[in-house]
């Protein structure tokens, strides 16, 4: 059973940057493709970015956020990373990491439990 | 940028047939999923490759696709199927893309 969970700091300030970790549990970070996700309050789902290193390391991200995204894996440790700068209040959602099947168009087959993350001062 | 469109709420009685739908460009084109989210849990994808069940998905769920319009059916609905239901494809230019979601009040 695949099983993931996200952590990192529960609150960041303006400006600041986002760093959150995404540990993954029975399967291998280096053979699948993984996504990070996000679902402000009140709001709908958000596909941030993707990466997978099969083969070679090979990241996507949303246009709208390219620029301040940056998601990295750590095969030794079976993490995956998201960093995302100078946040502002409409960073504050639910992130989410998800294993990512890329067979017939791209979808997401196991989530993580979501992170809170609120961007206040 | 790729937009996907739902209605923002749908509502149906115990033991009837739920019809939520999602509407974008060129989208059967492209392969749709759906996802389940109830209050405090994380998504879980119910239909994907626009007609697929996931193991352990009720046969009740089910997906279609043509033109511009994919819907996700529910038959005999039960109270636990009470959630948000959120449309998802793959877009060669945007990436990831859902539709804003669609609360079934059951």
């Known amino acids: 059973q695949v099983q993931l969970q996200e952590s990192g700091p529960g609150l960041v300030k303006p400006s600041e940057t986002l760093s959150l970790t995404c540990t993954v549990s029975?399967?291998?970070?280096?053979?699948?493709?993984w996504s990070w996700l996000r679902r402000p309050a009140g709001k709908g789902l958000e596909w941030i970015g993707r990466?997978?290193?099969?083969?070679?390391?090979?990241?996507n991200y949303n246009p709208s956020l390219k620029g301040r995204v940056t998601m990295s894996v750590d095969t030794s440790m079976n993490h995956i990373s998201l960093s995302l700068s100078s946040v502002t209040a409409a960073d504050t959602a639910v992130y989410y990491c998800?294993?990512?099947?890329?067979?017939?168009?791209?979808?997401?087959?196991?989530w993580g439990q979501g992170t809170l993350v609120t961007v206040s001062s | 940028s790729y937009e996907l469109t739902q209605p923002p709420s749908v509502s149906v009685s115990p033991g009837l047939t739920a019809t939520i739908t999602c509407s974008g460009d060129s989208l059967g084109d492209k392969y749709v999923c759906w996802y389940q989210q109830k209050p405090g849990q994380s998504p879980l994808l119910v239909i994907y490759q626009d007609n697929r069940r996931p193991s352990g998905i009720p046969e009740r769920f089910s997906g279609s696709s043509s033109g511009k319009t994919a819907t996700l059916t529910i038959s005999g609905t039960q109270p636990m199927d009470e959630a948000e239901y959120f449309c998802q494809a793959w877009d060669s230019t945007t990436g990831g893309v859902f539709g804003g979601g669609t609360k079934l009040t059951v």
């Open positions: 029975g399967d291998s970070i280096g053979a699948s493709y």
């Open positions: 990466i997978h290193t099969i083969g070679y390391v090979n990241v």
């Open positions: 998800a294993r990512t099947l890329s067979s017939g168009g791209a979808y997401f087959d196991y």
